[in-house]
């Protein structure tokens, strides 16, 4: 059962308290860490700027953009919890037509502060830049870290249909029984989502911003209620949404401050009902195949009988 959360209050501090709901940090995410205590987080998961000049980010060089770095991921292993998880999403800095794999070169980072890589995530989406001297990109990836070798990962709240779900052992001492997990299969380290583009339900002016789905799955996966989930680049606040209705607390930085008012302007908009998502359990579109439409869902976080409507088992049919 898909399950969202109801909160009474939505009050957004714009400076950490451990026992804030929802703090939106107007400034450096530096700053905002040096406000928080260590080992308060469950998970630190974020995208952060590339390095290629987008309108929030200064292009510098390549030693002084892994200095930078370096200084963020070092803030955000000592306010993570032992038990914590790390989740970093890059894709490739651009220098006169060549591409530096930006997760490549990070981990060298991650891996001298004591962080171990559980998984090297591939988001592969459909969409993107049209290239002409290079085929074109069309995955990132998300460097999940842990902390320690005792780490939360909840497997269950995050399975996929079964592709055979019917099939069975046919010989031992199982013959005739079903041979895969009834709750559906590991999600692999392989992940479809599409980004969000012109005509995505979520888009906003950022020109970079996270899907809502793949953030509730990381933050469903590696932490559990009412946990701190931190994004020291927050964006227009889809880190927040996807801890808030999956019953987290959430804290987060950004620079720009439009960004911040579009990020509390979805927090209200979900508050009222009114903020629209693609849910988690909407598969990727097929052309060839519109047997199963799930339809963008409106999140409520305080009308009981609002969230009943939109709480709805998983569409897992055969060969889906």
Known sequence: MLEYSIFRSMEVADHF?????????????????????????????????????KEYEKKTSLDNYLS???????????????????????????????????????YPIFSSLGLKLRNRIIWHFGHGLHCSNRFSGRYETILWFTKSDDYIFNLDSVRVPQKYPEKKYYKGDKKGEFSSNPLGKNPSDVWEIPNVKSNHV????????????????????????????FDPFMGVGTTAIASL??????????????????????????????????????????????????????INLNAATQLELMIKEPKFQKGK
């Open 17 to 53: 308290n451990i026992n804030n709901r929802i703090t939106l940090y107007l400034g450096d995410c530096l700053d905002l860490l040096k406000e928080m205590p260590d080992e308060s987080v469950s998970l630190v998961v974020t995208s952060p700027p590339y390095n290629i000049g």
């Open 68 to 106: 930078w770095q370096k200084k963020v991921i070092t803030e955000c292993n000592r306010v993570l919890q032992p038990t914590g998880s790390i989740c970093w999403e890059v894709g490739n800095y651009v220098n006169n037509g060549e591409i530096l794999p930006l997760d490549i070169l990070l």
């Open 202 to 229: 979520e888009k906003t002016v950022h020109p970079c911003q996270f899907p809502v789905e793949l953030v509730e799955r990381l933050v469903l996966a590696l932490t559990n209620e009412n946990d701190l989930v």
């Open 245 to 298: 209705i999956r019953n987290r607390r959430v804290a987060g930085s950004e620079i720009i401050k439009e960004y911040i008012e579009i990020a509390k302007d979805r927090i209200l908009k979900a508050e009222k009902g009114e903020l629209r998502i693609r849910p988690i359990d909407r598969p990727v579109y097929d052309p060839n195949d519109k047997s199963i439409y799930v339809p963008p869902r409106k």
